[in-house]
């Protein structure tokens, strides 16, 4: 059993940036792809991006992509989601996963509790 806990949202203004991260627990994270995915209110919970259990391979949602990075360290057993120059239509519960094999559907295994992410203009 994974646990997976995400930390590291708030409030920020258009163009701040943010780092969150999802600290696991109950298992190491070597055999996982990581991905994060976001939901807005009355909205369905969107892919933003996965990472493979070596790091070798990354994908990000196009509405991300140049803007966020993600990333994961071993030792910590921690994955990390950098996210610069925000933008109000980011605010959302953002949710870490881990599953294994390569997914951008929300049919991973494991789910933290999300973390909420606002952004003002």
């Known amino acids: 059993q994974v646990q997976l806990v995400e930390s590291g949202g708030g409030l920020v203004q258009a163009g701040d940036s943010l780092r969150l991260s999802c600290a696991a627990s109950?298992?190491?994270?070597?055999?996982?792809?990581m991905g994060w995915f976001r939901q807005a209110p009355g909205k369905e919970r969107d892919f933003v991006a996965t990472?493979?259990?070596?790091?070798?391979?990354?994908h990000y949602a196009d509405s991300v992509k140049g803007r966020f990075i993600v990333s994961r360290d071993y030792a910590g057993n921690t994955v990390y989601l950098q996210m610069n120059s925000l933008k109000p239509e980011d605010t959302a519960v953002y949710y870490c996963?881990?599953?294994?094999?390569?997914?951008?559907?929300?049919?991973?295994?494991?789910w933290g509790q999300g973390t909420q992410v606002t952004v003002s203009s």
């Open positions: 109950g298992h190491t994270l070597n055999r996982y792809y």
């Open positions: 990472i493979s259990p070596t790091g070798g391979y990354i």
């Open positions: 996963a881990a599953r294994i094999g390569y997914s951008v559907a929300d049919n991973y295994d494991y």
